[in-house]
């Protein structure tokens, strides 16, 4: 006795020091009263290049206002219907006086087989219906094994797999095991020595999201000099492939090209909700195998419809009967443009609905005359020997390029996200599809140069005429002669290209050529119904 009570003060104090501190309370935040959802696209996206709806590789910064109500002490905040591509470790929580102790993604979703594995050793209901008589019985039975196989319970009866017996079963649970959510959480520890009721900003990075701009464009009458004007109507496409949505946000994209280096798409791994398999047994030994050739599983059942936002795209206006009626005044809410640093900001000045796994598009420009002119491209190498050409069926086409300045005096003066442009020409049988080219990133004051299609209007012919060796040590002078042709009933400008900048000296009469995106070139314009034929000197620079 004398040795037992020895021990126990010896072991009192461990078991003071061993004692579990008090568990921290579970606080639910608010559903978000204010959403922004800023996209950037996706930077490796070339210019021309579609987005992936199947697998967008862009991402959004979302910013979600909740309101929260804490006890005195320690608790946790959770945060119920984040976007599941969420990437944890950007969340930042702004608000709380004790600010952020730990912070933690749920790792799985409500779902029959999390319903199993939650409920292994307890009990729960199994109910089954006589097919003969449509009369249910249900009895408690204990859940002896996960959801990954077979499922057994543990009945009054012994031991049985579920839907094995041929009768209709059904389980029935009393609760849902803690941690589990239909919906994704973020959850994070927090501390308050007095508690309260805060109003609090949770922002994140989140993947599964892309934008691009499409633009649509209709030709207007020309001015008799070769330029003309165009209505231009440009479209924000978004795209959210996560699971959520966010009703009545503050809609953002960002134009331009990020430096990504954090590998986004494995951080943002979403939780799972795996399914329950149900397996049975053959009738039979299992040692020697079941005799009875069972027939192959009925195929499953087609899959419901899809919601519409899966398969619409949702469009901030009204409904236009032609291209002519989407670029007329007043039918659309435009985005608004914003500087961000070197990169570009268009916010919609009205709140959207960011459905999940759907497209929203929203109109940001809008411009009726835009000034333009056509350029057509002839190309002369002086490795090419000149022929004698008989009509202008034996000359060559020209490329034709779409010609404006992003200004205000051209009608623009925004910066324009790169797309694709849908180009429509008016005709007698109503506008009618002429070219389909793409855009770059364009800023304020750039030219913009947009490559349509070859001419059967305005054709070249253009190498040398004379002797020599353009690549010859001695870099003689070589002549050269170009012969272009115009069948428009309006004069035209015709770019010559000599090469790249420094590649070749050029010597022309009376004119100098200038270097544009690299290469050397000279437009001369060239009269109505005109052939005009052009002699001049090039050699290899030193």
Not at 224 to 233: A, H, V, W, Y
Not at 251 to 260: C, D, P
Not at 508 to 532: C, F, M, S, Y
């Amino acid at each position: 006795m004398r040795h037992a009570a020895f021990l126990l003060p010896l072991l009192a104090p461990g078991l003071i020091w061993a004692a579990p501190l008090e568990a921290r309370e579970a606080v639910d935040a608010s559903e978000p009263s204010d959403l922004s959802v800023t996209v950037y696209r996706d930077p490796n996206r070339r210019v021309g290049q579609d987005m992936n709806r199947n697998w967008p590789q862009g991402f959004a910064m979302i910013s979600e206002t909740r309101t929260v109500t804490l006890p005195p002490g320690e608790s946790t905040i959770r945060f119920e219907g984040v976007a599941e591509g969420m990437v944890g470790v950007t969340a930042i929580v702004t608000g709380l006086p004790g600010g952020t102790i730990e912070k933690n993604r749920n790792a799985e979703l409500l779902s029959p087989a999390a319903l199993v594995n939650g409920a292994l050793g307890n009990r729960v209901t199994i109910t089954r219906t006589n097919p003969a008589t449509g009369e249910a019985a249900s009895e408690d039975a204990i859940v002896r094994t996960r959801a990954d196989g077979g499922l057994v319970l543990e009945t009054q009866d012994g031991f049985e797999a579920v839907r094995c017996a041929g009768l209709p079963e059904k389980l029935t649970f009393d609760r849902v095991p803690e941690g589990l959510s239909a919906r994704p959480i973020f959850s994070i520890d927090t501390r308050d020595e007095t508690g309260g009721t805060y109003e609090v900003v949770l922002t994140y990075l989140a993947w599964g999201f892309d934008w691009q701009a499409n633009y649509v464009g209709t030709l207007g009458e020309g001015k008799g000099d070769g330029s003309f004007t165009m209505r231009l109507l440009s479209w924000l496409t978004v795209l959210n492939d996560n699971g959520q949505s966010f009703p009545d946000a503050d809609l953002l994209v960002v134009a331009g090209t990020i430096n990504v280096t954090s590998n986004y798409r494995a951080l943002a791994q979403p939780p799972r909700a795996a399914p329950l398999r149900l397996t049975c047994y053959p009738i039979g030994s299992t040692a020697a195998g079941s005799r009875i050739a069972y027939p192959p599983p009925p195929p499953p059942p087609p899959p419901p419809p899809p919601p519409m936002a899966d398969n619409a795209i949702m469009v901030t206006a009204r409904r236009s009967e032609s291209a002519q009626e989407m670029a007329a005044p007043g039918s659309v809410v435009s985005a608004e443009e914003e500087q961000l640093g070197d990169l570009k900001l268009y916010r919609v000045p009205m709140p959207v609905t960011v459905a999940a796994k759907g497209l929203k598009q929203v109109a940001f420009l809008n411009r009726d005359e835009v000034e333009a002119h056509y350029v057509y491209v002839a190309r002369c190498s002086p490795y090419d020997r000149f022929d004698e050409i008989e009509d202008e069926s034996d000359m060559e086409t020209t490329q034709m390029l779409l010609v404006t300045r992003n200004e205000e005096d051209k009608g623009l003066g925004v910066a324009l996200p790169q797309g694709g442009l849908v180009l429509f020409e008016p005709s007698s049988y109503g506008p009618q599809l002429v070219a389909q080219p793409n855009l770059r990133d364009y800023a304020v004051n750039q030219d913009i140069e947009l490559a349509l299609h070859e001419s059967t209007q305005v054709f070249s012919e253009c190498a040398r005429v004379g002797k020599g060796d353009p690549g010859a040590d001695d870099r003689p002078w070589i002549r050269m002669r170009a012969l272009l042709s115009n069948a428009n009933a309006h004069p035209v400008t015709v770019r010559m290209v000599f090469g790249a900048s420094g590649e070749w000296d050029v010597r022309w009469p009376r004119r100098t050529p200038r270097i544009k995106d690299g290469l050397q070139i000279l437009e001369l314009v060239i009269p109505a119904n005109a052939t005009r034929s052009f002699d001049w000197e090039i050699r290899r620079s030193g």
